[in-house]
């Protein structure tokens, strides 16, 4: 299973010894999705965690143990509706049915809840209004 | 009975044209005869709103002193042609740099259009007329001389709906396509659409004032690709991609409501335009064609994952049903142009009418009646 998680990190830790510890002790995939790093001070990182749920769990208390504050992220597609001219490019690769667009008035539907986040609409979309959000 | 431009113009004049969008009037059909939609209607307004790759504006800058005989061109960094005169340009709306393929002519223009200030910078070798060798400056809509928005093809007569038999995931001009036949995208208004209401440009042709991204502007010419001899289906309508339209309009009076910067994944960038025509019911003829329906207009299903063969065909009415059964699958249909921008500007430009703002003109050349399509062949 795939999750993501936000890690606050002090100063004195560095996103590369993390990320090897993390393949080395609990071999867990993982990708850094985004890492912002304040100099000298603390930094936070957006990784992704690939391996079965229990090596996940493990590694989680792991990183809390070395004093750092982790938390579960979810993503969620976020549109800009007020851009959208209702053309209907993104509902073709919609299968969730998520985003639909039909009679009577053709306008584009977009419900959330329906949303499994496969992120295709973001390269199907011609003006480019999709965005993934990530929220704790 | 039969009515003239004149006597068309001329109740639009004292505000009593019935003017009426094209879905209202298929609508009306089910319970009218052309003769009685003839007696009822004066003008049927039609639209559509798509992706219109070739489009572009003409630009003059005006003249720097020390003049400049600008050979190499670039507005925000894409590259425009410096093929016309000192300071003309021509920015297509595909142009762009590839560093940077998401930002590119239709852009530019859509900028312009928003009131943006761009950054100008050209080259030229230096003459004796044109001294000066390069310049950096901005500009924007007030700072320049002409702006006008020139398209050589748009508001194709129906278009072909695209599927990808292969087992991978194209990217296309008609969107994403996904493997296996899994959607089908089209993109065409049907009912709604300007040449599918006038199907041999009877009252379509040079100087036909329109609706063009918010002003008025005119059919300019017959557009590129222009094809009279596609078949036609029992409705005389062409089954696929036939007949175009070059139209003109000045760049001042246009809102990015109805025109939009775009950018297909693996493909680049193109421009959505939003044209309006209105067909005068001159006889019962043109009655008769404008109450055309969706399930009377085929299209072609054209396979993107095999050349582009055709492999059947469908009718927007089980396009606009979200479902086409095709070589026996369900196949998730969905559309490439708005069918909602399209219906806000029939609705604008039958207030524009009916309110004496917009008159009807008739065309100062028709259209050809004789056309196909060469290829280009390899040497
Ligand atoms: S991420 Fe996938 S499921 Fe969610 S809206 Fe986009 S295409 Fe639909
Ligand atoms: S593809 Fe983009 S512009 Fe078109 S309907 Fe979907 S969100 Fe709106």
Redesign the interface.
């Given at each position: 299973m795939t999750r993501k998680f936000v890690i606050k990190f002090p100063a004195e830790q560095t996103g590369d010894s993390l990320t090897y510890n993390l393949i080395k002790k609990f071999d867990i995939r993982i990708n850094i999705l985004k890492a912002d790093i304040d100099a000298g001070r603390s930094g936070t990182l957006l990784i992704e965690l690939n391996a079965e749920e229990e090596k996940i769990q493990a590694a989680v208390d792991y990183i809390s143990s070395q004093g750092m504050d982790i938390s579960p992220v979810e993503t969620k597609i976020k549109l800009e509706a007020e851009k959208c001219i209702s053309c209907g490019a993104c509902t073709s690769s919609c299968l969730s049915g998520a985003l639909s667009i039909s009679a009577p008035d053709w306008n584009l539907r977009f419900e959330p809840e329906k949303c499994i986040v496969c992120k295709l609409c973001l390269k199907a979309c011609p003006l480019q209004l999709f965005k993934i959000e990530f929220s704790e | 009975m039969r009515k003239t431009y004149e006597e068309i113009n001329e109740k639009i004049r004292r505000g009593q044209a019935v003017v009426m969008t094209a879905e209202e009037v298929s609508e009306m059909a089910k319970t009218m005869s052309p003769k009685e939609i003839l007696d009822k209607v004066d003008v049927v307004t039609t639209a559509t709103?798509?992706?219109m790759c070739s489009s572009g504006a003409i630009l003059n800058f005006g003249h720097a002193v020390p003049g400049i005989r600008m050979e190499k061109i670039k507005v925000n960094g894409v590259p425009v042609s410096g093929g016309l005169a000192a300071v003309d340009t021509y920015v297509g709306a595909t142009d762009c740099d590839e560093r940077n393929p998401?930002y590119g002519g239709a852009h530019i223009i859509q900028d312009l259009i928003d009131g943006k200030t761009l950054e100008l910078e050209a080259w030229g070798k230096g003459t004796d007329c044109y001294p000066r060798t390069h310049i950096k400056t901005e500009i924007s809509l007030e700072t320049i001389n002409e702006a006008v928005l020139f398209n050589p093809r748009n508001s194709y007569q129906n278009y072909n709906v695209a599927v990808n038999t292969s087992d991978k995931t194209l990217?296309t001009y008609m969107?994403?396509?996904?493997p296996k036949m899994?959607?089908?995208?089209y993109s065409s208004a049907g009912e709604l659409s300007p040449l599918i209401n006038d199907p041999e440009c009877r009252t379509i042709g040079l100087g036909t004032r329109i609706f063009l991204c918010g002003a008025q502007g005119y059919v300019a010419w017959n557009g590129t690709q222009f094809n009279t001899s596609k078949p036609v289906n029992k409705y005389e309508i062409p089954v696929g991609n036939a007949r175009t339209l070059a139209m003109i309009g000045e760049m001042r009076e246009m809102t990015s409501r109805f025109l939009?910067a775009?950018?297909?994944?693996k493909y680049g960038v193109?421009i959505?335009i939003g044209v309006g025509v209105p067909i005068p019911l001159l006889d019962e003829d043109l009655a008769h064609r404008v109450s055309i329906r969706n399930s009377e207009i085929e299209t072609s299903i054209e396979d993107y994952g095999n050349g582009g063969e055709l492999i059947g065909t469908t009718d927007y009415a089980s396009l606009?049903s979200?479902e086409i059964e095709f070589q026996g699958k369900k196949i998730?249909?969905?559309?490439?142009?708005?069918?909602?921008?399209a219906?806000e500007i029939a609705d604008m430009l039958k207030t524009w009418i009916k309110d004496g703002q917009f008159e009807l003109t008739a065309p100062v050349r028709p259209m050809p009646t004789d056309t196909a399509m060469k290829t280009l062949k390899e040497l």
């Open positions: - | 709103f798509g992706a998401k990217h969107g994403t396509l996904l899994k959607n089908a995208s939009r775009a950018y297909f994944e193109t959505y606009r979200g998730h249909t969905a559309p490439l142009s708005s069918l909602a921008k219906r």
